[in-house]
């Protein structure tokens, strides 16, 4: 059905584990992935949510860790990176499924031969993936996509492809976003909360359906329909005011103590 109509969010509880994307919902999309920043306002927002929730956020995003982190700079804040490719929890610890570097390494010099004129295009060799961007060249869009699929025939099996906002990418196999909320929520402090996952593009479809199941709460960001999300934000503009009343609400719940 695309004729979706869904409503805003109600507000987190203090049992709540929240669970953010990054582009396109805690922060605009940018032409360049790496103009990409979050505000200080922001930040301190997280900060004063995750403080009010025990710890239990984080975020999971396409993006490698290590690019996230120089993003949200909140340290050692739980995260899974590249769709679910690699994640680290609340106390620090981290994990990563194996990296086929020969593939990835195959793939991005088909691309770069492949795509001849790259102005306005980009290929993102995320370790192990590779992401083939067109922001600003939408009309290459068929293209791109076509050597995308030619890619994940080059790759095989043990590869998939994964669109999103402007992009195509060659991931491994078997990972997404669903299995990244599983492994976080699977560790404190999220366990035995209710999951909440707030994400804008079809990636982020995976965790939707996920937190579904476990009668959690999905939110959407954006007017992409349809999807699995059971309320939507129009923008992260949107997000970002959710987020304050969220804040007042957890402050003034009863058992919370503002520090
Ligand atoms: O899961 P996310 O946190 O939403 O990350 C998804 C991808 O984000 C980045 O690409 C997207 O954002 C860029 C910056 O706004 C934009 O230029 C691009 O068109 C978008 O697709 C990142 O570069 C990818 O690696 C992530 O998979």
Known sequence: MDDQTLSKPALPGRNAALLFDLDGTLVPFADDPSLVCLPDGLRRMLLRIRHLLDGALGIISGRGIADLDAIVRIPEIAAAGLHGGEWRTADGQRAQLPVHRPIVDAAVRHALHRLGDREGLLVEDKGSSVALHFRKRPERREEVEQIAYDLQRIAGSGFGLQKGNCVIELKPAGIDKGTAVQRLMESAPFRGRK??????????????????????????VGGRRPTAARAALADPKAVRRWLGRMIVSLETTPGNTPS
């Open 195 to 220: 999951p909440w996952f707030i994400g804008d593009d079809y990636t982020d479809e995976h965790a939707f359906e996920y937190v579904n199941r476990l009668g959690g709460s999905s939110v959407v």
